[in-house]
């Protein structure tokens, strides 16, 4: 049978009674609940798997009934909400019953043998609580010929919290609202019952769909944390690995580590100087680098190193200009690339620089095409990086790509 499927994921239970053929036809592709000469009485049940979950689901699927006796051997039910646990019984036990047993669920049963005691017809399409065997439990149903002319037909069975509506071969066949529906059964499965006169009673194509709609995401919403020891401003704050957070900069040299576990914050050792509007840029190996900022009123060429396993920092190269509010950028290859910024010497920058971790020293590189400060850099998917916008005296709106093909 091809299976494609939200729920059940093609996992399947079969369960047989009688002497069973091959259930599925390699030549159709199509899976037979009973078959001609396959059976001495007795059908076939299957179960999903997986449990029904939903509230709001379809099932669509093709039947075909038919090939020997017209006017016997039952038919065929697809039953959802279903107990597992269940073994059926030959002759007229459909669905739910094996030897008058009855257990609980619900079935859309396509019946074609008239038992005059609790069928309302010989050939009828209806909806079905726990069983077959009363008229009292056959909550819809439908008169139709097309139960045993053995001829595919296409069913889709939607059930919408309750309300169940049944579509043959593209139009609405009929829809019925359940009064207190139970959801506690275990899934979804389909179950033929054949006596003496046999038939074929075949299925395909079946797939069910959840329907439920998701969960929207809860709405964000601002919560309090543990206070910093320090006040800030001007600062900055890297994510290490492990998930602290580490706060240098501002108006002391202090740093800090927030622990989001515990939302606490802890002292870590201090950086050389106090610094404003420097960058802090996590490198591939879990260290962090500081560069440049402001120290009484004088831009810093100055950067440092901590080191998240002893809480150390150590002293880097210097940058070849200092600089406040410029950008600092980690690339593909492990550099760190430094644009821009103010300097007390030279005013606004278009100076860029390049740090190479592996031999921990800067070197010059292509200049930007506009003087920036209190910009951006992004790091691109390819490589490359978009720098924009920040104060300047050319063009505010300006932006430009860094990349391969720019002397370095």
Avoid at 66 to 84: E, P, S, T, V
Avoid at 103 to 119: A, E, K, L, M
Avoid at 180 to 203: E, K, M, R
Avoid at 298 to 303: P, Y
Wanted: net charge negative; charged share 20%.
């Amino acid at each position: 049978m091809n299976s494609s499927t939200h729920l059940c994921h093609g996992k399947w239970t079969v369960l047989r009674s009688g002497t069973p053929n091959s259930t599925h036809d390699a030549t159709s592709q199509s899976l037979f609940l009973t078959r001609v000469g396959g059976y001495s009485g007795g059908g076939i049940y299957m179960l999903a798997r997986t449990p029904l979950e939903t509230r709001k689901w379809e099932a669509s699927f093709r039947y075909r009934i038919g090939g020997r006796y017209q006017g016997g051997a039952d038919g065929l039910a697809f039953l959802f909400y279903k107990k597992g646990g269940y073994t059926p019984a030959g002759g007229g036990f459909l669905g739910f019953n094996p030897a008058y047993v009855s257990q609980p669920g619900y079935g859309i049963v396509i019946d074609n043998y008239f038992n005059p005691d609790w069928d309302p017809s010989a050939s009828y399409i209806g909806l079905i609580a726990n069983s077959t065997h009363s008229f009292a439990n056959k909550l819809a149903y439908v008169n139709d010929p097309r139960t045993e002319d053995s001829l595919w037909h296409s069913r889709r069975v939607r059930f919408m919290d309750g309300t169940v509506s049944v579509y043959l071969d593209g139009s609405l066949l009929f829809s019925h609202e359940m009064a207190a529906p139970d959801y506690t059964y275990d899934g979804v499965g389909f179950s033929s019952g054949i006596g003496l006169d046999q038939n074929y009673h075949q299925i395909d194509d079946f797939v069910l769909t959840d329907l439920e709609e998701p969960s929207p995401p809860p709405v964000p919403v601002w919560n309090p944390t543990g206070r910093m020891n320090l006040e800030r401003g001007l600062h900055t704050s890297t994510l290490l690995r492990g998930g602290k957070v580490l706060v240098v900069g501002g108006f002391n040299n202090a740093a800090e580590l927030y622990d989001p576990a515990s939302g606490t914050w802890s002292f870590t050792g201090s950086a050389s100087r106090s610094r404003l509007l420097p960058t802090a840029t996590a490198l591939k190996d879990g260290r962090v680098l500081i560069t440049g900022g402001e120290n009484d009123a004088h831009s810093l060429e100055t950067t440092e190193l901590y080191e998240p396993a002893t809480g150390s920092w150590k002293p880097a190269a210097n940058l070849s200009t200092g600089r406040r509010d410029h950008t600092a950028t980690l690339l593909s290859d492990g550099r760190v690339l430094v644009t821009g910024g103010y300097s007390d010497w030279f005013g606004i920058l278009a100076s860029s620089e390049l740090y190479d971790p592996a031999t921990r020293t800067w070197a010059d590189t292509a200049n930007l095409g506009v003087v920036r400060y209190d910009h951006t850099s992004t790091l691109l998917e390819d490589g490359r990086v978009l720098t924009m916008g920040g104060f300047s005296t050319v063009d505010s709106a300006s932006a430009e790509l860094f990349g391969p093909g720019a002397s370095e």
